[in-house]
């Protein structure tokens, strides 16, 4: 069971970028699913949730408005688009799927860059 999440790169503050959470081995459509995010010297922030319908989504307080967290069942795939980057949103970015209570499946990381 693997998640992989991908999509990230350096980008310009203002810029947009999609990225990607994908299963092997795990129907995602069974499972919650979230974004976190560590910048370098921070700890692990919230940033998004969905449950496994896709009709409820959480976000983080300094990504409202600015990111969304759409998932297609069907494709076995989660995203994550963020619009208006900020360079504080410099972190990776990791995909996790929920078991009651916990995100207990995390994918690999990819790193997001915000140039100011």
């Known amino acids: 069971v693997q998640l992989q999440a991908s999509g990230g790169g350096l980008v310009q503050a203002g810029g947009s970028l999609r990225l990607s959470c994908k299963s092997s081995?795990?129907?995602?459509?069974?499972?919650?699913m979230g974004w976190f995010r560590q910048a370098p010297g921070k700890d692990r922030e919230f940033v998004a949730s969905?449950?496994?319908?896709?009709?409820?989504?959480d976000y983080g307080d300094s990504v409202k408005g600015r990111f969304t967290i759409p998932r297609n069942n069907a494709e076995n795939t989660m995203y994550l688009q963020m619009n208006g980057l900020y360079p504080e949103d410099t972190a990776v970015y990791y995909c996790?799927?929920?078991?009651?209570?916990?995100?207990?499946?995390w994918g690999q990381g990819t790193l997001v860059t915000v140039s100011s």
């Open positions: 996790a799927a929920k078991r009651g209570s916990e995100y207990h499946i």
């Open positions: 081995g795990l129907p995602l459509g069974n499972y919650p």
């Open positions: 969905i449950n496994r319908s896709g009709v409820r989504k």
